[in-house]
RNA sequence: GGGGUCGUAGUUCAGUUGGUUAGAACGCCGGCCUGUCACGCCGGAGGUCGCGAGUUCGAGUCUCGUCGGCCCCGCCA
């Protein structure tokens, strides 16, 4: 092993061309691959750029090229030496460096490795868990580097962008308050003041407002966001978004600047030209025809509502259903090629997303193969064909149940087929805004109204007054931007008048008194002539997991958890010392 | 909390109906090799088959439990 000493680093290891040839260079970087033919050695030595070949030739160099015996894969060299044309068979075209080679004179051995749990290349996918536990030697695999740099480039684009549009980067407290609503807090025990917890932010919500009372007009800022809910592949305990708000403004504003802001990340970061605005479908519009209020709209197979062209049939499962206030839809598969098998195994695919059953009808030659065909008149079957646009070759696919349900249901069996019919292109981005949303829902569990955004949502001006006869009818001014059927950030105009926002908490059960210990510093703001104000937050993982084509958020970042919430590499979360634990007045109960 | 799936050499994987000494490739160690680039050739080491019970004459293989990775449901204003 040897010092680095006074060298410097001349240029990266994807550098190197023809034009440099005859430079004295120093490279540093870890040995790729080592190719000893006893003779001359070659290594290609790898950093982030990529990859450039060293030679070691005793007649150039023989204590060099006898210390080159001893390196391994991973070791940490520095080599100075000549840049030299290659002679023209030995050209290795798949390389950016491959015309040229760096003919050693000196080796310095920066740092040995032990023998690396897995290789780093791009040919073999380790394990997920030895990916994790060694995220260090994963890092250094170059589509590890491509999605980070990815991500940097996102970050980096969308500051620009918000910058010039006249936005200003404020930091917001990670210490805050525990606020009722929404996910499962991740809590922090004050030492100073014992018995209470600072949590974690869900969101800086409540913080970017109250700079828009602050009169700061245009605030964003990227940002840690955490939630103690269980894990799956696009959600990690704590990720990050874009959080963007701004005062005196319309929701067309925020859709303008959103537009702006992803068109400019698509067209910098793919090369992709997406066309403004982006289409835009109200929630009830979504339900209706997607049965989902993310719909991917890259491909077709919407719902089609069934209800009354088969009230009226001998079907016992249907006319129950209607009789009860349920609902009919269903999906039709055009030009269907599915066996009888695929179609009966589609059953127990809907019974696990919630159905009771599946109801399936093939239009033949022959006319209607299906198990409830002999329940149909021929007449209604004419008129059922007519009015669904019925041809030879549609199978015909029917939940009858209460309307969330079938929505539920058909909306995952669309995704599924989309899949299995290989009919969802990849490389589209089709991005969507879902709008007029419920501004509450009815919580069967809690009995209560639950805001389906957050509380702070402003209803539209016209259902001010359904607030207190009908809230489940009042429309909030909230939007969801959806990309290809994920949901990628959504936001709301806020209530900057004190008393609609005690009659939006009224509304939810949260009581004056409440209302007034957890928020009482938002409406005490309120009452300061606080602007009309809106925002929005885009998911900053979900976004780059998108543009770089992966399947799991923990692909572009560089140091996720497990679907246990655990970190590999860390062993986080631990127990601490019974000491840490007495300082901050907390006993562990298991 | 629930369901599914995976766990075999350092790594990626194979392992038949339960049957002799658990294999391959890459990596690792030793040797040879002056134009390779997935270098090649010769030789070698390396295994708690995740862990624990059970069934069996006999378990990598079957059963149960448990731990861990992944996916999903619930959950995620």
Same mark, same amino acid.
């Given at each position: 092993?040897?010092?680095?000493?006074?060298?410097?680093?001349?240029?990266?290891?994807?550098?190197?061309?023809?034009?440099?040839?005859?430079?004295?260079?120093?490279?540093?970087?870890?040995?790729?691959?080592?190719?000893?033919?006893?003779?001359?050695?070659?290594?290609?030595?790898?950093?982030?750029?990529?990859?450039?070949?060293?030679?070691?030739?005793?007649?150039?160099?023989?204590?060099?090229?006898?210390?080159?015996?001893?390196?391994?894969?991973?070791?940490?060299?520095?080599?100075?030496?000549?840049?030299?044309?290659?002679?023209?068979?030995?050209?290795?075209?798949?390389?950016?460096?491959?015309?040229?080679?760096?003919?050693?004179?000196?080796?310095?051995?920066?740092?040995?490795?032990?023998?690396?749990?897995?290789?780093?290349?791009?040919?073999?996918?380790?394990?997920?868990?030895?990916?994790?536990?060694?995220?260090?030697?994963?890092?250094?695999?170059?589509?590890?580097?491509?999605?980070?740099?990815?991500?940097?480039?996102?970050?980096?684009?969308?500051?620009?962008?918000?910058?010039?549009?006249?936005?200003?980067?404020?930091?917001?407290?990670?210490?805050?308050?525990?606020?009722?609503?929404?996910?499962?807090?991740?809590?922090?025990?004050?030492?100073?003041?014992?018995?209470?917890?600072?949590?974690?932010?869900?969101?800086?919500?409540?913080?970017?407002?109250?700079?828009?009372?602050?009169?700061?007009?245009?605030?964003?800022?990227?940002?840690?966001?955490?939630?103690?809910?269980?894990?799956?592949?696009?959600?990690?305990?704590?990720?990050?978004?874009?959080?963007?708000?701004?005062?005196?403004?319309?929701?067309?504003?925020?859709?303008?600047?959103?537009?702006?802001?992803?068109?400019?990340?698509?067209?910098?970061?793919?090369?992709?030209?997406?066309?403004?605005?982006?289409?835009?479908?109200?929630?009830?519009?979504?339900?209706?025809?997607?049965?989902?209020?993310?719909?991917?709209?890259?491909?077709?197979?919407?719902?089609?509502?069934?209800?009354?062209?088969?009230?009226?049939?001998?079907?016992?499962?249907?006319?129950?259903?209607?009789?009860?206030?349920?609902?009919?839809?269903?999906?039709?598969?055009?030009?269907?090629?599915?066996?009888?098998?695929?179609?009966?195994?589609?059953?127990?695919?809907?019974?696990?997303?919630?159905?009771?059953?599946?109801?399936?009808?093939?239009?033949?030659?022959?006319?209607?193969?299906?198990?409830?065909?002999?329940?149909?008149?021929?007449?209604?079957?004419?008129?059922?064909?007519?009015?669904?646009?019925?041809?030879?070759?549609?199978?015909?696919?029917?939940?009858?149940?209460?309307?969330?349900?079938?929505?539920?249901?058909?909306?995952?069996?669309?995704?599924?087929?989309?899949?299995?019919?290989?009919?969802?292109?990849?490389?589209?981005?089709?991005?969507?805004?879902?709008?007029?949303?419920?501004?509450?829902?009815?919580?069967?569990?809690?009995?209560?109204?639950? #805001? !389906?955004?957050?509380?702070?949502?402003?209803?539209?001006? %016209?259902? +001010? $007054?359904?607030?207190? =006869? /009908?809230?489940?009818?009042?429309?909030?001014?909230?939007?969801?931007?959806?990309?290809?059927?994920?949901?990628?950030?959504?936001?709301?105009?806020?209530?900057?008048?004190?008393?609609?926002?005690?009659?939006?908490?009224?509304?939810?059960?949260?009581?004056?008194?409440?209302?007034?210990?957890?928020?009482?510093?938002?409406?005490?703001?309120?009452?300061?002539?606080?602007?009309?104000?809106?925002?929005?937050?885009?998911?900053?993982?979900?976004? #780059? !997991?998108?543009?770089?084509?992966?399947?799991?958020?923990? %692909?572009? +970042? $560089?140091?996720?958890? =497990? /679907?246990?919430?655990?970190?590999?590499?860390?062993?986080?979360?631990?127990?601490?010392?019974?000491?840490?634990?007495?300082?901050?007045?907390?006993?562990?109960?298991?």
């Amino acid at each position: 092993m040897e010092l680095l000493g006074n060298w410097q680093r001349s240029c990266y290891c994807g550098d190197p061309r023809p034009a440099q040839v005859g430079q004295e260079l120093i490279v540093m970087g870890w040995v790729h691959a080592r190719r000893d033919h006893g003779g001359v050695t070659f290594i290609d030595l790898r950093d982030r750029t990529g990859i450039v070949q060293i030679v070691f030739n005793p007649q150039i160099n023989e204590p060099a090229h006898t210390a080159a015996k001893d390196i391994r894969m991973e070791y940490v060299l520095a080599v100075r030496g000549t840049l030299m044309n290659r002679s023209a068979e030995t050209i290795n075209p798949n390389f950016p460096t491959g015309a040229v080679e760096l003919q050693v004179s000196e080796l310095r051995i920066l740092n040995p490795s032990r023998t690396v749990p897995f290789p780093i290349d791009t040919e073999t996918t380790p394990t997920e868990n030895a990916r994790l536990r060694y995220r260090y030697l994963d890092l250094r695999r170059p589509q590890m580097y491509a999605n980070l740099l990815l991500r940097h480039r996102l970050a980096k684009n969308v500051r620009d962008y918000l910058d010039g549009e006249g936005f200003l980067e404020v930091e917001t407290p990670f210490l805050t308050r525990s606020t009722p609503e929404g996910a499962r807090d991740y809590l922090v025990p004050s030492r100073v003041n014992p018995g209470s917890f600072y949590a974690l932010p869900q969101s800086p919500q409540l913080f970017k407002q109250l700079l828009m009372v602050g009169g700061f007009d245009k605030y964003f800022q990227i940002v840690r966001c955490f939630r103690d809910e269980d894990l799956r592949a696009d959600r990690q305990p704590e990720f990050t978004q874009i959080d963007i708000e701004m005062s005196f403004i319309q929701p067309e504003h925020i859709f303008r600047l959103s537009e702006g802001m992803m068109t400019n990340v698509c067209r910098e970061l793919k090369g992709m030209d997406i066309p403004v605005p982006f289409p835009r479908m109200s929630y009830t519009e979504a339900m209706l025809r997607y049965g989902n209020d993310k719909p991917d709209i890259r491909f077709g197979l919407e719902l089609r509502e069934l209800t009354m062209l088969f009230r009226e049939t001998q079907i016992k499962v249907f006319t129950d259903v209607v009789a009860k206030g349920g609902i009919i839809r269903g999906l039709i598969v055009s030009n269907c090629t599915f066996s009888r098998k695929e179609i009966d195994d589609l059953n127990p695919l809907a019974q696990g997303f919630g159905a009771k059953g599946l109801a399936w009808i093939r239009i033949t030659n022959e006319g209607w193969q299906s198990p409830l065909a002999k329940f149909v008149s021929e007449e209604k079957k004419a008129e059922i064909a007519a009015a669904l646009g019925l041809k030879e070759g549609d199978l015909l696919l029917m939940v009858a149940d209460q309307e969330k349900v079938v929505c539920d249901v058909l909306s995952r069996l669309r995704l599924y087929l989309g899949d299995k019919l290989g009919i969802i292109p990849k490389d589209e981005f089709r991005f969507l805004w879902v709008t007029d949303f419920p501004l509450v829902e009815y919580d069967d569990e809690a009995k209560r109204y639950v #805001a !389906m955004h957050h509380p702070f949502t402003s209803p539209t001006e %016209e259902d +001010i $007054a359904l607030l207190d =006869t /009908a809230p489940g009818k009042v429309h909030a001014r909230a939007y969801d931007l959806v990309l290809n059927g994920l949901e990628l950030g959504g936001g709301s105009i806020r209530n900057h008048r004190l008393d609609v926002q005690q009659k939006v908490f009224a509304c939810l059960g949260i009581g004056e008194a409440e209302a007034q210990e957890k928020f009482g510093f938002l409406m005490e703001a309120l009452s300061f002539g606080a602007p009309p104000h809106g925002g929005i937050a885009f998911g900053v993982d979900r976004l #780059a !997991m998108l543009l770089a084509g992966a399947e799991s958020l923990r %692909e572009v +970042i $560089a140091f996720p958890k =497990t /679907a246990k919430a655990v970190c590999l590499m860390t062993q986080a979360p631990s127990p601490v010392d019974p000491k840490q634990l007495r300082e901050l007045s907390v006993k562990v109960d298991l």
